[in-house]
């Protein structure tokens, strides 16, 4: 570069002021504008628009770190009613007995825990369709079964 005849050479030795002269004037303004479109091309983004990405997405990141979130397949509700159905091991049954039946029908799902609540939200329109508080929330238990991996709260 500085004083040699190829583009892309190196030289060892120092660079003197006037070669830094040169340098500037080798350099222009224009050279960094972006260069028109040509075809298909995709314009690159401006270096404020990807700062707006990453710092959106950091906020995300941070305030995930509040929240617990996970993609569920929500098969049914199962009241404990103190009658037919009194306790978690109860509700596993009747689920099973619907599943052999085949009438259980999952809808995937997000849950959540925010603000105190455990919340299950349509994972396209993210409509929130149940809340429930965390205080009401006595047992949780995780059961196989031959379809499902089930988590049953009561």
């Given at each position: 570069?500085?004083?040699?005849?190829?583009?892309f050479?190196?030289?060892?030795r120092a660079?003197?002021q006037d070669?830094?002269?040169q340098?500037k004037?080798?350099f222009?303004?224009?050279?960094f504008?972006?260069a028109p479109?040509k075809?298909n091309?995709?314009?690159r983004?401006?270096?404020k628009?990807?700062y707006m990405q990453?710092?959106?997405?950091?906020e995300t990141?941070n305030?995930q770190?509040?929240?617990?979130?996970?993609r569920?397949?929500?098969?049914?509700?199962?009241?404990?009613?103190g009658?037919e159905v009194?306790?978690?091991?109860?509700?596993v049954?009747k689920?099973?007995?619907?599943?052999?039946k085949?009438?259980?029908w999952?809808?995937d799902?997000?849950m959540?825990i925010?603000g105190?609540?455990?919340l299950?939200?349509d994972?396209?329109t993210?409509?929130?369709?149940?809340?429930?508080?965390?205080?009401c929330?006595?047992q949780t238990k995780?059961?196989?079964?031959a379809?499902?991996?089930t988590?049953?709260?009561q």
């Amino acid at each position: 570069m500085f004083g040699n005849s190829g583009p892309f050479t190196y030289s060892p030795r120092a660079v003197l002021q006037d070669d830094h002269s040169q340098s500037k004037s080798f350099f222009q303004q224009d050279d960094f504008k972006a260069a028109p479109l040509k075809g298909n091309a995709i314009p690159r983004p401006s270096g404020k628009s990807i700062y707006m990405q990453r710092k959106e997405y950091s906020e995300t990141l941070n305030r995930q770190s509040d929240n617990f979130q996970v993609r569920v397949e929500h098969l049914f509700n199962c009241e404990l009613d103190g009658q037919e159905v009194k306790t978690v091991n109860d509700c596993v049954v009747k689920l099973k007995k619907l599943d052999a039946k085949g009438r259980l029908w999952p809808q995937d799902m997000i849950m959540e825990i925010r603000g105190g609540y455990l919340l299950l939200s349509d994972i396209e329109t993210k409509v929130e369709l149940e809340s429930l508080p965390l205080s009401c929330i006595l047992q949780t238990k995780l059961c196989w079964t031959a379809a499902y991996t089930t988590l049953c709260w009561q």
